[in-house]
């Protein structure tokens, strides 16, 4: 009978347990059916709460990092020691040793343009300052930075500007916006009257021309094989300052339209890629500040040439 009635209970324990055992699962289910509406980012949260009370503890000057295991005392103790960590400044490698980032890809400006000038100064950047801080520029800051035993970020922070600057003299109005990085073409006969865009492919320059003169010119890029920019006599239809292509759903900025969908526009993927890429047909500038002058000078009606 002692056997028998220690069994029940025995059964009736389990019992207990498996009760408990089926309310415990039921409970993390109901935690995984909301892990979808946070993502994966939730599994991480773990790990980086335990290490970031160390990294916070750096900068006050704590020597270690609270945990469950703490007694409630222990804060109590440690708040009165303002004093010990003001005699232990805070270790200098946690800030970045080059300073605050003031340029990186994707920045535009004076800056960057003033920035690509001083490059091409000491032979870093080899082609027309865009003003657009592209792959091209992020690789020219990484080669000047190697070159200065600094860290090859291609960002340019406070340290590598002011590197850079001891190195170069004020860039010239005529350094910050050259004619162009290629030689303009001999312009098309076409192009010596009136007000003209003559625009040759093989020179890959852009000339806007009054009465057989040229005012300025520009880098251009076509389309490929497969999307080729029409060449012939065109007019500048519609003028589309901050054009979006209803076809490729990409910017189409100062947009001169003058055959079809095609049109005269700036390319920040020119200015980035260079002749690595092309355009869908259209005719594309990778300067700026020359494509912004331009579209302020053009009317429509103004003649296009396009010719080899």
Same mark, same amino acid.
């Given at each position: 009978?002692?056997?028998?009635?220690?069994?029940?209970?025995?059964?009736?324990?389990?019992?207990?347990?498996?009760?408990?055992?089926?309310?415990?699962l039921?409970?993390v289910t109901?935690g995984?059916?909301?892990?979808?509406a946070s993502?994966?980012?939730?599994?991480?949260?773990a790990?980086e709460?335990?290490?970031s009370p160390?990294?916070?503890a750096?900068?006050g000057?704590?020597?270690?990092? $609270?945990?469950a295991? &703490?007694?409630a005392?222990?804060p109590?103790?440690?708040?009165?020691?303002p004093?010990?960590s003001?005699? @232990?400044?805070p270790? &200098?490698p946690?800030?970045?040793?080059?300073g605050?980032? *003031?340029?990186?890809?994707?920045?535009?400006?004076?800056?960057?343009?003033? *920035?690509?000038?001083r490059l091409?100064?000491?032979?870093h950047f080899?082609?027309?300052?865009?003003? /657009?801080?592209?792959?091209?520029?992020v690789?020219?800051?990484?080669s %000047?930075q190697?070159k200065?035993? *600094?860290s090859?970020? =291609?960002?340019?922070?406070?340290?590598?500007w002011?590197?850079?600057?001891?190195m170069?003299?004020? $860039?010239t109005a005529?350094?910050?916006?050259?004619p162009?990085?290629r030689?303009?073409?001999?312009?098309?006969?076409?192009?010596? &009257?009136?007000?003209?865009?003559?625009?040759?492919?093989n020179?890959?320059?852009?000339s806007w +021309?009054i009465?057989?003169?040229?005012?300025s #010119? +520009?880098?251009?890029?076509?389309? #490929?094989?497969?999307?080729?920019?029409?060449?012939?006599t !065109?007019?500048?239809?519609?003028?589309?300052?901050?054009?979006?292509? @209803?076809?490729?759903h990409?910017a189409?900025? /100062?947009?001169?339209? %003058?055959?079809?969908g095609?049109?005269?526009?700036? #390319?920040?993927?020119?200015?980035?890629?260079?002749y690595?890429?092309?355009?869908?047909?259209?005719?594309n500038?990778?300067?700026?500040?020359?494509?912004?002058?331009? !579209?302020a000078?053009?009317?429509? =009606?103004d003649?296009?040439?396009?010719?080899?």
């Amino acid at each position: 009978m002692i056997r028998t009635g220690r069994t029940g209970r025995g059964y009736a324990l389990r019992g207990a347990a498996a009760a408990v055992a089926v309310v415990a699962l039921a409970a993390v289910t109901a935690g995984c059916k909301e892990q979808p509406a946070s993502g994966a980012s939730a599994a991480p949260s773990a790990p980086e709460s335990s290490g970031s009370p160390t990294d916070d503890a750096k900068p006050g000057g704590g020597s270690a990092s $609270p945990s469950a295991s &703490t007694p409630a005392k222990e804060p109590a103790k440690a708040s009165p020691k303002p004093g010990a960590s003001r005699t @232990t400044p805070p270790p &200098t490698p946690t800030a970045d040793p080059q300073g605050k980032v *003031l340029m990186a890809s994707g920045s535009e400006g004076k800056q960057v343009r003033e *920035l690509q000038a001083r490059l091409r100064q000491i032979g870093h950047f080899n082609r027309t300052p865009t003003g /657009y801080y592209g792959t091209v520029t992020v690789a020219a800051v990484q080669s %000047f930075q190697g070159k200065r035993g *600094l860290s090859r970020t =291609g960002r340019t922070d406070t340290v590598t500007w002011q590197r850079l600057l001891g190195m170069t003299h004020e $860039p010239t109005a005529a350094e910050l916006n050259p004619p162009t990085t290629r030689p303009a073409a001999k312009p098309d006969k076409r192009c010596l &009257t009136g007000r003209v865009l003559c625009i040759s492919k093989n020179s890959r320059t852009l000339s806007w +021309m009054i009465d057989g003169k040229v005012v300025s #010119s +520009m880098d251009v890029r076509f389309g #490929s094989q497969y999307t080729p920019t029409r060449e012939g006599t !065109f007019s500048v239809y519609w003028k589309s300052r901050h054009h979006v292509s @209803t076809i490729y759903h990409t910017a189409m900025p /100062y947009a001169m339209f %003058f055959s079809g969908g095609q049109a005269v526009h700036y #390319s920040s993927d020119f200015a980035a890629r260079g002749y690595n890429g092309a355009s869908h047909g259209c005719v594309n500038v990778r300067d700026e500040g020359k494509i912004a002058a331009l !579209f302020a000078a053009v009317r429509n =009606g103004d003649k296009v040439v396009v010719y080899k």
